[in-house]
């Protein structure tokens, strides 16, 4: 059975004419709710009081829909008792059948059967009322395997249905799009495929289409939402974690032709944009006004992408995350309406918080259209410092104890000893290759060198060595770019065909060092190749692990080093994803670390928002979860 049908195989009334998660709008809860258990005390008087033996077992099925975990607990520790304790046999023989004392072995066997009569009809009744012990299946559980890929394989999430889209269909978003369509098979099977992300692809899509407005968009999904087809928002393709695959086929919207600036208001410090417009360019266009931008993730990312995964980058220990620098969006939901979530004022107390619930909805709630983001004032002066460790947990020691310093850094980056050598390999250079941390303090030229002298003191006494700083435009912008460019150093020093994984999690700052060192100790026994660089100010941390996808354990090692990581953030109070998003990748943690409660919460708001779960079915929210 595979881990879509394994996870939801008791939903009879399971729509099929809809796409999307494997449960689509379920109408049965997967988990009963859970009950104050009558098990215990029922159980004691069942051993006890043998007239109250028939009485408990008929009660078997009553309970059954309420609590079936325990319901089969109880029955199967029923049965073995019975099996090995002699005195229990005897006494279910005599409890339930007194007066029977057979002589000759066909009694004997009518006798068992009758008393195991109200067993059979405890088990019946269940399953003529499909109460089957179908317990909410976490995939986070060691102990149940409902992964496509094997145990806790990555793999699980990806698999999808794919139907064919109808000609109506095709002919009518012809007719929207006219020549901004294509249905080539290599620019498929190109938008279907991860570019930076790990994931296997199991479909490409079947149409990929490039709107050029908001009015686009909207005839775009009204026609996806009325033939029921899949709709997959498609920005720069940076993500990591298969967000932009399209496991059930449909639409690609590539939104690289909406990028245009609609205004920017240098007095209020914000700009109105199209979606499409990359963080790069946009510093660019900025530049000449003295303003910037400051949320930097993978070169090439979206302003769209980049609302829609809640992003952030090195900046953000300075200036927030994506959630922090957004004012307003405007969206078009999947019925096709295109509804605000602010104003541009700089706070507002007006109602539910929209913006922020579609900031990280990974394009499953709606499609950003226009964003009004929030500027700074280009720094007057920075400096960018960099030192070196022995051990990668004084390294993140001194990136703890600067923070709790009270500087206002902008960035703290570590990276340790096999990261550097990858940089210098990729970049010609010649750094020490030992953990080491890169700064970066702005203000006034006093106030920044002021702050260095600071960090500077932090670090000696924190066995750290070599601290250099730069102050030169040329060389500060190489050395963040060369950072900012890591993780293709990585790949430079591995062979050609060698993918990477990488992990995100993220914890309390005063748990990173223990984090990064417990980590890196798992790493560093592992035969596979695995770099760490971390935002450290922010306790959010990257593995980048190498591996041989045609080698099946290598990927296995990769993922369970992956796991590890996730288990250890989970156990320090800490997230599987501190910057990257679920996609499909982080799924199978969301339960471990939000409860089931939240995760019904969020597919609530999803039904109600696209109950034909057309907006990228299959991402974020788990398909086990059912409301
Ligand atoms: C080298 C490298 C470095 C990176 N560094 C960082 C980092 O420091 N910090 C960080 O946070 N991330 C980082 N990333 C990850 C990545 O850059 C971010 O996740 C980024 O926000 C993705 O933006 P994108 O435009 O590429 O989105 P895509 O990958 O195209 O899409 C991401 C998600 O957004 C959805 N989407 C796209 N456009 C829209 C829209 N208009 N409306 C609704 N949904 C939409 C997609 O469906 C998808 O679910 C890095 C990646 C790389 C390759």
């Known amino acids: 059975m595979d881990q879509r049908s394994a996870a939801c195989h008791h939903e009879s009334t399971h729509d099929q004419s809809t796409w999307g998660s494997a449960?689509?709008?379920?109408?049965?809860?997967?988990?009963?709710?859970?009950?104050?258990?009558?098990?215990?005390?029922?159980?004691?008087?069942?051993?006890?009081?043998?007239?109250?033996?028939?009485?408990a077992l008929l009660h078997f099925a009553v309970l059954f829909p309420f609590s079936e975990n325990e319901s089969m607990r109880f029955l199967s520790t029923l049965l073995t008792r019975i099996a090995s304790e002699p005195y229990l046999r005897r006494s279910l023989r005599s409890g339930l059948l007194p007066s029977l004392s057979p002589a000759r072995a066909g009694d004997r066997i009518f006798a068992w059967s009758r008393a195991l009569a109200p067993l059979a009809v405890a088990a019946g009744a269940a399953l003529a009322f499909d109460l089957r012990p179908v317990a909410a299946p976490s995939l986070c559980d060691a102990g149940l395997d409902l992964r496509v890929g094997g145990k806790d394989s990555t793999d699980l999430v990806v698999k999808g249905v794919h139907r064919e889209v109808p000609n109506k269909f095709i002919q009518e978003l012809k007719d929207i799009l006219q020549d901004n369509l294509t249905l080539d098979f290599e620019e498929r099977f190109f938008h279907g495929k991860p570019q930076n992300s790990f994931h296997?692809?199991?479909?490409?899509?079947?149409?990929?289409?490039?709107?050029?407005?908001?009015?686009?968009?909207?005839?775009?999904?009204?026609?996806?939402?009325?033939?029921?087809?899949?709709?997959?928002?498609?920005?720069?393709?940076?993500?990591?974690?298969?967000?932009?695959?399209?496991?059930?086929?449909?639409?690609?919207?590539?939104?690289?032709?909406?990028?245009?600036?609609?205004?920017?208001?240098?007095?209020?410090?914000?700009?109105?944009?199209?979606?499409?417009?990359?963080?790069?360019?946009?510093?660019?266009?900025?530049?000449?006004?003295?303003?910037?931008?400051p949320l930097d993730p993978g070169p090439g990312a979206t302003i769209g992408g980049m609302c829609a995964t809640r992003c952030s980058g090195s900046l953000a220990v300075r200036y927030g995350t994506m959630r922090d620098n957004v004012i307003n969006l405007q969206v078009v939901l999947a019925n096709g309406e295109v509804i605000k979530t602010g104003s541009r004022a700089r706070k507002s107390a007006a109602g539910y918080d929209l913006t922020r619930l579609l900031i990280g909805s990974e394009g499953t709630l709606g499609i950003i259209t226009e964003v009004t983001l929030r500027l700074q004032r280009l720094p007057q002066h920075s400096v960018v410092a960099m030192c070196n460790f022995q051990t990668i947990k004084d390294a993140a020691d001194v990136a703890i104890a600067t923070m709790l310093s009270g500087i206002q850094v902008s960035r703290v980056e570590l990276l340790d000893e096999v990261q550097v050598k990858a940089i210098n390999m990729a970049n010609g250079k010649n750094l020490p290759e030992v953990p080491t941390l890169m700064f970066e303090f702005i203000g006034t030229e006093a106030y920044a060198r002021e702050q260095t002298l600071?960090?500077?003191?932090?670090?000696?006494?924190?066995?750290?060595?070599?601290?250099?700083?730069?102050?030169?435009?040329?060389?500060?912008?190489?050395?963040?770019?060369?950072?900012?460019?890591?993780?293709?150093?990585?790949?430079?020093?591995?062979?050609?065909?060698?993918?990477?994984?990488?992990?995100?999690?993220?914890?309390?700052?005063?748990?990173?060092?223990?984090?990064?060192?417990?980590?890196?100790?798992?790493?560093?026994?592992?035969?596979?190749?695995?770099?760490?660089?971390?935002?450290?100010?922010?306790?959010?941390?990257?593995?980048?692990?190498?591996?041989?996808?045609?080698?099946?354990e290598q990927r296995q090692e990769a993922e369970r080093l992956n796991?590890?990581?996730?288990?250890?953030?989970?156990?320090?109070?800490?997230?599987?994803?501190?910057?990257?998003?679920?996609?499909?990748?982080?799924?199978?943690?969301?339960?471990?670390?939000?409860?089931?409660?939240?995760?019904?919460?969020?597919?609530?708001?999803?039904?109600?928002?696209?109950?034909?779960?057309?907006?990228?079915?299959?991402?974020?929210?788990?398909?086990?979860?059912?409301?």
């Open 200 to 293: 296997r692809a199991v479909n490409v899509p079947d149409v990929v289409v490039f709107p050029r407005s908001q009015d686009d968009v909207q005839k775009i999904i009204a026609a996806c939402n009325k033939y029921k087809v899949p709709i997959v928002p498609y920005g720069g393709a940076t993500s990591i974690e298969g967000h932009t695959l399209a496991p059930h086929g449909g639409v690609c919207i590539n939104m690289s032709l909406m990028k245009k600036i609609k205004s920017l208001n240098v007095e209020d410090l914000d700009i109105v944009v199209e979606p499409g417009i990359g963080w790069i360019e946009l510093n660019e266009y900025l530049k000449s006004y003295g303003l910037f931008f």
């Open 454 to 552: 600071i960090v500077q003191k932090i670090v000696s006494e924190h066995n750290g060595s070599d601290f250099v700083f730069v102050e030169d435009a040329d060389a500060k912008n190489e050395l963040w770019k060369i950072r900012k460019e890591a993780l293709w150093a990585c790949y430079a020093m591995a062979p050609n065909n060698y993918e990477a994984m990488i992990t995100d999690v993220c914890v309390p700052l005063s748990r990173l060092a223990e984090c990064i060192s417990i980590s890196k100790q798992e790493l560093d026994a592992s035969p596979l190749l695995c770099m760490v660089l971390a935002h450290a100010g922010d306790g959010n941390f990257h593995t980048i692990i190498m591996f041989d996808p045609d080698q099946e």
């Open 23 to 55: 449960c689509g709008v379920s109408r049965q809860p997967v988990g009963r709710r859970p009950h104050p258990s009558p098990l215990p005390a029922l159980y004691k008087l069942f051993n006890k009081t043998p007239g109250v033996r028939y009485f």
């Open 563 to 627: 796991h590890f990581m996730v288990q250890t953030a989970l156990s320090l109070e800490g997230t599987c994803t501190g910057e990257h998003g679920v996609g499909t990748g982080k799924m199978k943690y969301m339960e471990k670390e939000l409860g089931i409660g939240a995760l019904r919460t969020m597919k609530r708001i999803k039904s109600v928002l696209d109950p034909n779960d057309i907006m990228n079915p299959g991402k974020l929210i788990p398909p086990h979860v059912c409301i």
